[in-house]
């Protein structure tokens, strides 16, 4: 495995690579960070890819934003491409979680010779649904916490009662671990002010430009409710040929199991060069 570090807009962010072969790039969500997309599984580095995984501005070992309000889609996206043109990786399959898929779809959109595949896992964004005063007010609840009292002050203003028992514990695990990841917890407070408040695109009906394979990877909302698989279902019904997987009724989200969720990008990876062969 290699470090990697990209410069974009002044800011550095830190990254990582591993195995030979077509690149796949993970983008992970708001307050995760780069081992959080396929959960430390090396699934696709054996199987043949170089996989590039990298931290957004503000989490785990990259730098700051500039500003605390420096964390739009448009810086996100310009991000991207920067690791991109670090690694010399002109054409990439993006693999990416909730922040993560959207960052990734909107480069799609901007530059879509620089993306082979899209796997979108667990998007949240439904440009005819703006976020509600409420939901905004939920995660400056969560920014609030963070800064005033850690990864504690996150915790308890994270509504773990919305979740069916069974998943509370599992959730609060992953939530002080991947909390506890960052070296500028202030910075992913501002994170969880200004990305819910930026757009990635406009009209779900521009995703019927792209022309990329594509797989949207839904949760069941008893697990996971903010990421509603209702919006999944929009993504795939908008994305021309995207093929929509769910894990079964009861199962632990497909989005949270690293080995299945790498086999499926692996799959699309294939299928991507198959199409461009």
Do not use: C
């Amino acid at each position: 495995m290699a470090e990697l570090a990209a410069r974009s807009d002044g800011v550095l962010l830190s990254g990582e690579q591993a195995g030979e072969g077509p690149p796949i790039v993970l983008l992970h969500g708001l307050t995760a960070t780069r081992r959080y997309v396929v959960m430390g599984s090396r699934l696709l580095e054996r199987s043949g890819h170089r996989v590039i995984a990298y931290d957004a501005r503000g989490h785990g070992h990259s730098m700051p934003a500039p500003a605390p309000s420096a964390y739009s889609y448009a810086q996100l996206s310009n991000d991207l491409r920067a690791v991109l043109d670090a690694t010399g990786s002109e054409h990439a399959v993006l693999a990416g979680a909730s922040m993560g898929a959207h960052t990734a779809l909107r480069l799609a959109l901007e530059q879509p010779s620089r993306v082979a595949a899209l796997a979108l896992i667990t998007p949240s964004y439904d440009p005819a649904l703006p976020a509600s005063a409420e939901a905004l007010s939920a995660w400056d609840a969560l920014a609030e916490g963070l800064r005033g009292d850690g990864v504690e002050g996150f915790v308890r203003a994270y509504d773990l009662h919305a979740l069916p028992p069974r998943w509370r514990a599992t959730v609060e695990k992953v939530l002080r671990q991947r909390l506890s990841a960052h070296e500028h917890p202030l910075a992913v407070a501002d994170a969880l002010e200004a990305v819910p408040r930026s757009r990635p695109f406009e009209d779900m009906r521009q995703l019927s430009a792209l022309r990329a394979p594509a797989i949207v990877v839904g949760s069941r909302d008893e697990a996971d409710p903010g990421h509603a698989l209702a919006v999944a279902e929009r993504y795939a019904e908008a994305i021309p040929g995207a093929a929509l997987l769910v894990e079964e009724p009861g199962s632990s989200p497909l989005a949270w199991q690293g080995g299945q969720l790498s086999r499926a990008i692996g799959e699309l990876a294939a299928r991507a060069r198959a199409d461009a062969a």
